[in-house]
Each structure stands twice: as C-alpha cells, then as structure tokens.
C-alpha cells in the first residue's frame, strides 16, 4: 500500500500524522509526505504587482519557503520513523499537485485534514478536501474532529450500489488489522412508482424483503470477517443527513462510504451525499472514490 499524506502544518496535521502512522504500521505501508508552497507573489503580493516586484526577490521567497517546508517535514519524518517515508515539496495549487501526485505515484490512499469553513468561503473556494474527492479516482480519508479510534466504532453507509459495495469492502481490509465494531447503515428512500396502488404496493413490499434479505447477507459476510456487525434499516429524505445523525448516535469514530463522481452538471442538479457529509460530520470520513472513467 502507498499513503500520500498532504500536510499543512496547521491544528489537524498533528491529528493527521498520528492516524497516518497507526495505519502504515498495519499495512507495512510507503508515505508520501507532501507539502504545496503557495507561489510568493500570489501569497505575498497582489497581482497587479507582477511588473514591479523584483523576479530574483521572488526566487529567494521560494527558496526560503521550501526549506521552512522541508524542516518541518523532517520532524514529521522522524515521529514516522520505522516507515518509508518519501518527501516532496512543490510550488503550485495544493489541489492540482496532490491531484497530479496520486495518480504520477501510484497512490493507493490519500489521508488529509479538513478545515471549517465559513459559508462564504464554501461558496466561494470550496476545501482542498472536496475538491480532491471531487475531481481524484483514489480513496480519500478525510481526518476532521479528535484522532479516531480504529479499533472503535465504525458506521459504513450502503445504498446498494456497486461503488458502496466496493466502498465497505475497502473500507474492511483497511480496518481488518482493527477489527471495529461495524454499524452498517442503509437509508430507505422512497420511489415514486406510477401504477396501480394495488400493484406498487405489491412490488414495494416486494422490494423491501429483496433488501433486507441482501443486507442481512451483506452483514453476515462481515461478521464472517472477524468484525462484530450491526444493521441499521433508516428512512429520510437526505441520506447525508441520516449519515451523519446516525454516526452521533452510535458514536461512531469513522464513516466509510462511496462516491460515484457525478459529472459536473449532474452534481449541480443532484448535488453530491458524500460532500454533504464531509461538510456536516465533525468525525473522520473515509471516502472510496470511483470517477466518471
């Protein structure tokens, strides 16, 4: 297994390294450290100043910045001591780079902090988070909130598709050497059927024992993982939501989840139950990402 871990020395980092380490120890996993070093002069100039400021004053911003970076990435290197650890440190967009970085080093996970954000600046920029889950193809774990316990509670949403089957099976090779207790979760969504009320009601009560007999399935082949197994069977209008709610109540240390990376226009007009989660959970997502390829 290959880790990339892009860091940005702020509050979550520490939270983040922590969780890095306990699992690249499990997997005898290779870490890619990274770090994103804003341009100096988009970081420390406006951009009418492009004609004014001296381009060798530039360099030497950036020569500065990359070392400060590469010093405090040393120290992280060292608290991952026992690991292989490789580190890189770019100039450019943090999102570009990792983005361009999992796919150019083979990365089989990406674990990064996420940081609250005001409603304005959701709007406006959005989180590198998101947008790494947005627009990357590998699973992302996205570590918010206190250090998760591995070996606690874990909720995985299943809404029987093939993107969240491959999401809880991922999910429990990640966390086999933990073995947590596993809530799986299924949010009933009502389908508006036009036929006879005597036959959708037929076909609904149908459809309802076809689930329950595949869940119950799906509970026991984790449980024949080693994991102690839950099912939970909700109803809601917002899947995200009922996610979210239900990790509070159970309390959950980790959601796992899929995402079918819906285009563009599709995620306009659908919106999108794995960024809605990210932006509502105060507790660690980890998100099995399958684009549009």
Do not use: W
């Amino acid at each position: 297994m290959k880790i990339l871990a892009p860091v940005d020395f702020t509050d979550v980092t520490n939270s983040q390294i922590r969780l890095v380490k306990e699992i690249a120890l499990k997997h005898k996993a290779q870490v890619v450290l990274f770090h994103a070093v804003s341009p100096p002069l988009k970081a420390l100039y406006p951009e009418t100043f492009v004609g004014v400021v001296n381009p060798a004053t530039l360099e030497e911003i950036e020569k500065e910045l990359i070392k400060t970076a590469r010093e405090k990435m040393e120290g992280l290197r060292d608290f991952l001591s026992g690991l292989d650890v490789d580190l890189k440190v770019e100039v450019g967009d943090p999102r570009e780079k990792i983005l361009e970085i999992e796919e150019k080093e083979g990365i089989d996970l990406v674990i990064m902090g996420s940081h609250s954000k005001t409603l304005i600046e959701k709007v406006l920029v959005g989180s590198t988070a998101q947008k790494v889950v947005r627009y990357g193809t590998k699973p992302v774990l996205v570590v918010k909130g206190k250090d998760p316990n591995l070996s606690g509670k874990v909720l995985i949403a299943y809404d029987l598709s093939e993107v969240s089957l491959k999401a809880l099976k991922f999910g429990l090779k990640l966390l086999k050497p933990f073995l947590p207790q596993v809530y799986l979760l299924h949010v009933d969504q009502k389908i508006e059927l036009s036929m006879v009320e005597d036959l959708r009601e037929r076909l609904e009560e149908d459809l309802k024992k076809e689930r329950e007999r595949h869940l119950k399935e799906v509970l026991s082949q984790i449980q024949e993982e080693g994991f102690k197994g839950e099912l939970l069977l909700e109803k809601g209008v917002s899947p995200a939501q009922v996610i979210v709610d239900k990790a509070k109540e159970t309390g959950a240390d980790l959601i796992v989840m899929g995402s079918r990376g819906l285009s563009g226009l599709k995620r306009v007009l659908l919106g999108s139950t794995s960024s809605e989660v990210i932006d509502r959970s105060p507790i660690p997502i980890l998100i099995f990402k399958e684009g549009d390829r």
